[in-house]
């Protein structure tokens, strides 16, 4: 119940697509729901974060779409640029932002 | 603009060796936290430390886990006899209001 499931794997987008990562997660007791962005070699960064009590959240190329009766929530990030080429993790905590759980992760490629 | 740091970069040991992996958190900032991450895997949470204590830990952290932060600055992960599968990217994240801020992280091999 603990578990954030994140999809895809990985994710080949041309330079200007919009890139999608999608999460879902079971434990209702989440109330913070943040987005990282992890170069190689780096640790991971805070990229955009959400509560459940909106649907949505927009902050430049980056926007989360947050579905709580479907237990879901997803990363839109559009006119992908090659610099956005990273490992993605969505992750879920209680009390806001203590014990981080992460999604498995997203290789993204943004291809010039 | 502040920032975790961590050192050292990499650690290479012995298995049955004891490590520390050493973290500087942002000052001000009250929540501690570890994390690792194996190769190609997702991050995993290891451990939160408050107000001196362990507020919370995961499965993973066991006896041959302890953290410690012994001044006002550093905040330190011991592994007392390292194993094979311990090998990992360690992290150290500092915590203001909810944001939690990764240091860059400490490779762990153990031969």
């Known amino acids: 119940q603990q578990q954030v499931k994140q999809s895809p794997q990985s994710l080949i987008v041309q330079k200007g697509g919009i890139s999608i990562i999608n999460c879902a997660y079971e434990?209702?007791?989440?109330?913070?729901f943040p987005w990282y962005q992890q170069f190689p070699g780096k640790g991971p960064a805070l990229l955009i974060a959400?509560?459940?009590?909106?649907s949505e959240k927009k902050e430049g190329r980056f926007t989360i779409s947050f579905n709580k009766s479907a237990k879901q929530f997803s990363l839109h990030i559009m006119d992908s640029q090659p610099g956005d080429s990273a490992t993605y993790f969505c992750?879920?905590?209680?009390?806001?932002?203590?014990?981080?759980?992460f999604g498995g992760g997203t290789r993204l490629m943004v291809k010039p | 603009e502040p920032e975790v740091t961590q050192t050292p970069s990499h650690q290479v040991t012995q298995m049955g060796q004891e490590v520390i992996l050493r973290c500087v958190p942002i000052?001000?900032?009250?929540?501690f936290y570890w994390y690792r991450q194996i190769l190609g895997q997702k991050v995993e949470f290891l451990v939160s430390?408050?107000?001196?204590?362990?507020?919370?830990k995961s499965e993973i952290f066991d006896d041959q886990f302890s953290v410690e932060r012994p001044d006002g600055s550093n905040f330190t992960l011991k592994i007392r006899s390292t194993k094979l599968e311990d090998s990992a990217m360690y992290f150290c994240?500092?915590?203001?209001?909810?944001?939690?801020?990764f240091g860059p992280g400490t490779r762990l091999l153990v031969l």
């Open positions: 994240a500092s915590r203001f209001m909810e944001t939690q801020y």
């Open positions: 434990n209702t007791a989440f109330d913070y």
């Open positions: 959400i509560r459940p009590d909106v």
């Open positions: 992750a879920a905590s209680r009390n806001a932002g203590n014990m981080l759980t």
């Open positions: 000052s001000n900032h009250l929540y």
């Open positions: 430390f408050y107000n001196n204590e362990i507020s919370e």
